[in-house]
C-alpha cells in the first residue's frame, strides 16, 4: 500500500522504521515544524523528520493542516492510508476521508482506557500494572475511533514512564503492521469503543510533579516512577524546589512521623513519612544544586542521624 506517515516525538520512529522495512511504500512523511531547544534557542528537527531524512523519505511540516494550501499537497499524494503516531494535531475531516482506506493510529493505552495526550504516564501513576497498545481507525473524536488490534504488557513494580515507552513504541510498530496487512487483505474486523469505560490521560502540567506527602508511600512512588523524567517530581525544603528522581517504598519506625518528615534514618538512607508508609529517598537534585544520591544529599544539608525536618514548605 502507498503510505503517508504522521508523526513527530520518539515514540512514532519505530512505526515509521517497521513501515519502511515491509513492502509498503512511504510516500511521504508529515510531521511539526522545527522548533527551538537548547540554550541557544536554534531549532531543532523533531525526530521522525530526522528518521525520514536518513532513508530519503519526503518530508512536509505544516503549521495548520487546515490551512487551504494543505489539502492540494494530500491530494496529490493520492494515498491508500495515512498512519498517524502521536502526530500532536488533530486531523481535519477532509483528511480522515482522502485515504482510499482511510486513517489509523497507534495509542499507547488500551483504550477505551487512558484516551488523551499522555496515556503511559497517567496509567503508571495511577498503580496500573497492565497496559498496551491499540491500533484504530482515527474519526473525529479524541481516540474515539474504533478499535482493531490490541496487545498488553505488563508494567513491572519498578517500571518507568521511559521504560514502558520504549517498549510500547516497539510493539506498536509492529501492531501497525499487523493492522496494514489485514486491511490490505479487506481482513481486518473494527470493533466499536464502549466510551462508557473511557478513562482519560490529560496533558501534563509541571505542577502534577508536586509531591502530596498526604498520599500513600505506594501512591507516591507510583507517580515518580510515572513522571520521569517530565514533569518531574518534587517537593520543598525551606522555600527550595526538591527534585525527587528515584525513591521506593521502605518500612516504619519505630514511632510514626507527620506527613512530609524528611528523616535521616539509623541505617543511613533518607525516609519520608507519607500518609501511609515511608519512602526511602534513593536519587534527589536541590534546586540550582547537582543530581545526586540521596545519602550525599543528606551530608550536604549536614542532616545528622535520627534527626528531620518537614517537607512541603
Not at 519520608?272 to 508508609?277: D, P
Not at 515511608?278 to 535520627?306: K, P
Amino acid at each position: 500500500m502507498r503510505l503517508l506517515l504522521m508523526g513527530t516525538p520518539p515514540f512514532a520512529v519505530p512505526t515509521l522504521k517497521a513501515l519502511l522495512c515491509s513492502r509498503h511504500t512511504v510516500a511521504a512523511v508529515f510531521t511539526q515544524p522545527d522548533k527551538p531547544s537548547g540554550r541557544g534557542e536554534k531549532l531543532s528537527a523533531p525526530p521522525v523528520k530526522q528518521a525520514a531524512l536518513k532513508h530519503g523519505v519526503p518530508v512536509y511540516q505544516p503549521e495548520k493542516l487546515k490551512a487551504p494550501e494543505w489539502q492540494p499537497v494530500f491530494t496529490e499524494l493520492k494515498s491508500d492510508a495515512c498512519v498517524v503516531v502521536a502526530y500532536g494535531k488533530i486531523l481535519p475531516q477532509w483528511l480522515l476521508d482522502l485515504p482510499r482506506l482511510g486513517a489509523y493510529n497507534v495509542h499507547a493505552s488500551l483504550l477505551p482506557k487512558y484516551r488523551g495526550a499522555a496515556p503511559i504516564h497517567w496509567a503508571i501513576a495511577n498503580g496500573e500494572t497492565v497496559t498496551g497498545v491499540t491500533t484504530m481507525k482515527l474519526d473525529a473524536g479524541m481516540d474515539t475511533g474504533d478499535l482493531l488490534l490490541q496487545k498488553e504488557i505488563i508494567i513491572g513494580p519498578e517500571d518507568t514512564s521511559v521504560l514502558v515507552h520504549d517498549r510500547l513504541s516497539e510493539i506498536g510498530a509492529a501492531l501497525m503492521i499487523e493492522t496494514l496487512d489485514l486491511l490490505e487483505r479487506g481482513a481486518a474486523k473494527p470493533v466499536r469503543q464502549d466510551s462508557a469505560l473511557a478513562t482519560y490521560a490529560p496533558v501534563l502540567k509541571k505542577s502534577d510533579g508536586l509531591l502530596d506527602w498526604e498520599q500513600d508511600a505506594a501512591a507516591l512512588h507510583n507517580r515518580i516512577r510515572a513522571f520521569n523524567p517530565w514533569p518531574g517530581t518534587y517537593t520543598l525544603l525551606q522555600g527550595q524546589m526538591l527534585r525527587i528522581w528515584k525513591a521506593r517504598p521502605a518500612g516504619a519506625p519505630a514511632e510514626p512521623l507527620p506527613a512530609g518528615t524528611l528523616l535521616h534514618h539509623a541505617s543511613g538512607a533518607a525516609w519520608v513519612a507519607c500518609k501511609t508508609g515511608f519512602l526511602q529517598l534513593e536519587e534527589v537534585q536541590l534546586e540550582n544544586r547537582r543530581r545526586t544520591s540521596a545519602l550525599d544529599f543528606l551530608h550536604g544539608i549536614r542532616l545528622g542521624r535520627s534527626q528531620t525536618l518537614l517537607l512541603g514548605r
